[in-house]
């Protein structure tokens, strides 16, 4: 059965503080992964994934795959209260999209 | 866990035509369904949110006689892209939140190709 499992599923930090996001994942013929991040209306997109050992990085956040191990890790450097948000990984197999079910972050001043 | 279910996965249709798509809650009740577009590699773009029993609210921009939106029950909403046209040909993904609890869980998706 497909799956898509993130963890943890809510994490409260410190600002300045680091945080690792994980996603792991069984998905029929993979196609990518993506990061989206969950505000208000529409999930963001952050990054997507195709290749394993290859870091995306994008201010503050970075994002890595392993095909092998199946799995994906969301970082935040420093984070900032304006990064509290449901981050969403999802996962694409032939004609569809696996969600997790998110990882709730808070930031505290 | 949450399951929520899209029909179809993918569909042809002709221009002109009438398609309708599928999405349900299986193992809870979901007060609200949110639709989304996606172009390829974009963000999804909300285009309505759907309350069981009322009227959805649509997005600027959303044209609503166009997607029509149905949310008859706490477990089942359909979106009917009326008179498609080749531009309507895109990725549409719903999502469902439970009566309580704050979690959205997303359905799999349903590739549109009008031709």
């Known amino acids: 059965e497909d799956k898509v499992v993130q963890s943890p599923l809510s994490l409260v930090v410190h600002e300045g503080d680091t945080v690792t996001l994980n996603c792991s994942y069984e998905v029929t013929n993979f196609r990518s992964l993506l990061w989206y991040k969950q505000e208000k209306k529409a999930p963001t997109f952050l990054f997507m994934l195709?290749?394993?050992?290859i870091e995306k990085k994008s201010g503050r956040l970075s994002s890595i795959l392993d095909k092998k191990e199946l799995f994906s890790i969301l970082n935040i450097t420093a984070t900032q209260t304006g990064d509290s948000a449901v981050y969403l990984c999802a996962v694409s197999g032939t004609y569809k999209y696996i969600f997790g079910t998110g990882t709730r972050l808070k930031v505290l001043a | 866990g949450a399951v929520v279910s899209q029909h179809p996965s993918w569909v042809i249709c002709k221009s002109g035509t009438s398609v309708k798509i599928e999405c349900r809650s299986l193992?809870?009740?979901?007060?609200?369904m949110f639709w989304y577009r996606q172009f390829p590699k974009q963000s999804l773009m909300l285009m309505a949110t759907?309350?069981?029993?009322?009227?959805?609210?649509?997005e600027q921009g959303v044209e609503k006689d166009k997607f029509l939106i149905n949310h008859a029950s706490l477990t089942l909403s359909t979106l009917t892209v009326t008179s498609a046209h080749p531009e309507d040909s895109s990725f549409y993904i719903c999502?469902?939140?439970?009566?309580?609890?704050?979690?959205?869980?997303f359905g799999e998706g349903s590739w549109l190709t009008v031709v």
């Open positions: 999502s469902a939140s439970q009566v309580s609890g704050n979690t959205i869980y």
């Open positions: 193992d809870f009740q979901a007060t609200t």
């Open positions: 195709t290749s394993s050992g």
């Open positions: 759907s309350n069981e029993g009322s009227k959805a609210t649509y």
